[in-house]
């Protein structure tokens, strides 16, 4: 038996991201890994320490004991503190370390995951003891290894792969979101709708409906008179929903129609990740 075939988009989605992440910093030169990324507080080096260590406990490595700094400013809640550990490990590590590390964590996941006969729907263990299927594990995990695969790509100068596997995956994740966004952060007034119009690499249409109750769907189909209308390229979108820029760096880049008070609301909340 193998990989189930539900899970294998998200196995072949992180076997492109992290082979590609593998490709760029194994000829970087020292000075190269202490680059500054668009990821809050990280640098190259740090990025792919987290790559590492997020594929490490996907293995089921024991963490690592390790006691944080205290001048790590950019760290200010469990969930961060929580990733910075696999991250500080490493801090002191060489380019020959991380290179060699990365790529034999990569050779052992390849041969976890074709042996992997478990079930989509079964329990998992996941940050801070939180508990998920393995579905939704091996999703997740996709979606942050290309967003991290795309802050080295901007750190770095080597834009790309804006329409890979993993670019689908995150697509994917980060609509889950958008009714949240919408309907609980942004509140936006009951039985209306928001229209969110990606071009680029990656393009689509949706729209956000907020019902009588309050709550917030995703839908395919276009609406008539929207309360908010937003249009931007992909890169921005990601780049806006993963934290990486604020909506003020960006807004030549998004084009708003509608009640501005509203879209000015939804951008505010419009990066989901931590």
Not at 6 to 20: M, R
Request: aromatic letters at 4%.
């Amino acid at each position: 038996m193998s990989l189930h075939p539900t899970l294998q988009p998200y196995a072949d989605a992180w076997n492109h991201s992290v082979e590609a992440i593998s490709e760029l910093v194994q000829p970087l030169v020292e000075a190269d890994w202490n680059r500054r990324t668009p990821c809050p507080g990280w640098s190259v080096r740090d990025v792919v320490s987290h790559v590492i260590g997020l594929d490490c406990e996907m293995l089921g490595d024991p963490r690592p004991i390790h006691a944080l700094p205290r001048d790590l400013f950019h760290v200010t809640d469990d969930h961060q503190r929580y990733m910075e550990i696999q991250v500080d490990v490493r801090r002191h590590h060489t380019a020959p370390e991380m290179t060699s590390e990365l790529e034999y964590t990569i050779i052992r996941r390849n041969r976890q995951l074709r042996n992997d006969t478990r079930e989509p729907g079964r329990t998992v263990r996941g940050p801070l003891g939180s508990e998920l299927t393995l579905e939704e594990s091996m999703r997740r995990h996709a979606f942050d290894v290309w967003v991290h695969e795309q802050d080295l790509r901007a750190a770095l100068g080597r834009p790309g792969n804006l329409d890979s596997p993993g670019a689908h995956v995150a697509r994917d994740v980060l609509l889950a979101e958008l009714p949240r966004v919408v309907a609980e952060d942004a509140q936006a007034p009951r039985s209306s709708a928001v229209v969110i119009d990606v071009h680029g690499p990656v393009e689509f249409l949706r729209t956000v409906r907020v019902d009588i109750q309050g709550r917030g769907t995703l839908e395919t189909s276009p609406a008539l008179g929207p309360a908010v209308s937003l249009a931007l390229d992909w890169e921005t979108y990601v780049r806006l929903a993963c934290g990486r820029v604020t909506p003020d760096a960006v807004s030549d880049r998004v084009k708003t129609d509608g009640d501005p008070d509203l879209a000015a609301a939804i951008l505010r909340h419009f990066a989901v990740t931590r």
